[in-house]
């Protein structure tokens, strides 16, 4: 049981590249989430899934997009990398919302440059 | 909207002291969820309590204990006899549920720092 498995845990782009941050869960959970983490910020909310087929918008989505084919996976997409998504992206899963325990991924720290 | 707010930047104490983080919550739905977090040098986040708006009850698990108190929209977090494993930033967080949307909203973090 691998839990919130998060792909890859370091990179490096160039301003205007796009990339893919991979997230995979094996617990069946329903609730998928993204979140950023700045320094000294805490963890914002990015985008979140409720179930395949389904996303919707959290706090910081501009730049970002998702998609929630399976409810094990739960890619999030950077088109057009800026210095601004310089952070650390953390998937998590939950097996509902409205409060039940989150399980984060390792996290993957992205450097535009 | 929601709001944590964590006062504490880094609080920094020797080993064997106690230590309190505080966390004060901002929030308007009667229904809510209270968390904390820790992430640890290596970078992961570690699920440590979750309380209910309508448990008002003090929780203890071996050196940690929580003090949740509505009239003062506090949650906070107590280390009794503090280890230097319990060096780490500390996350207090709120369950988003404003207009249908799901989530956690985060406080900025405690670092902690327990000195040998």
């Known amino acids: 049981n691998a839990g919130v498995t998060q792909t890859p845990k370091f990179r490096i782009l160039k301003i205007g590249q796009s990339m893919t941050l991979q997230c995979t869960q094996d617990m069946n959970h329903n609730y998928m989430y993204w979140y950023r983490q700045d320094p000294g910020m805490g963890l914002k909310l990015i985008y979140y899934?409720?179930?395949?087929?389904?996303?919707d918008k959290g706090e910081v989505p501009n730049g970002y997009n998702v998609s929630r084919s399976t409810t094990e996976d739960f890619p999030l997409r950077l088109e057009l990398a800026a210095p601004s998504q310089t952070s650390v992206y953390f998937c998590?899963?939950?097996?509902?919302?409205?409060?039940?325990?989150?399980?984060f991924g390792q996290g993957t720290r992205l450097t535009v440059v | 909207a929601q709001k944590v707010t964590q006062a504490q930047t880094e609080i920094s104490v020797v080993e064997k002291e106690d230590v309190t983080l505080d966390c004060v919550y901002e929030t308007r739905d009667t229904t809510y969820y209270l968390f904390w977090y820790k992430q640890p040098p290596s970078g992961e986040l570690v699920f440590l309590i979750r309380r209910n708006s309508f448990d008002e009850q003090n929780e203890i698990s071996g050196r940690y204990s929580w003090n949740f108190q509505k009239s003062t929209s506090s949650f906070n977090f107590t280390i009794t006899a503090s280890q230097v494993v319990d060096s780490a930033v500390y996350f207090c967080?709120?369950?988003?549920?404003?207009?249908?949307?799901?989530?956690?909203?985060f406080g900025k973090g405690t670092h902690l720092i327990i000195q040998p």
């Open positions: 998590a899963s939950s097996y509902r919302g409205g409060g039940t325990e989150a399980f």
């Open positions: 899934s409720v179930g395949a087929g389904i996303t």
């Open positions: 967080a709120l369950s988003y549920s404003g207009g249908g949307a799901d989530g956690l909203t």
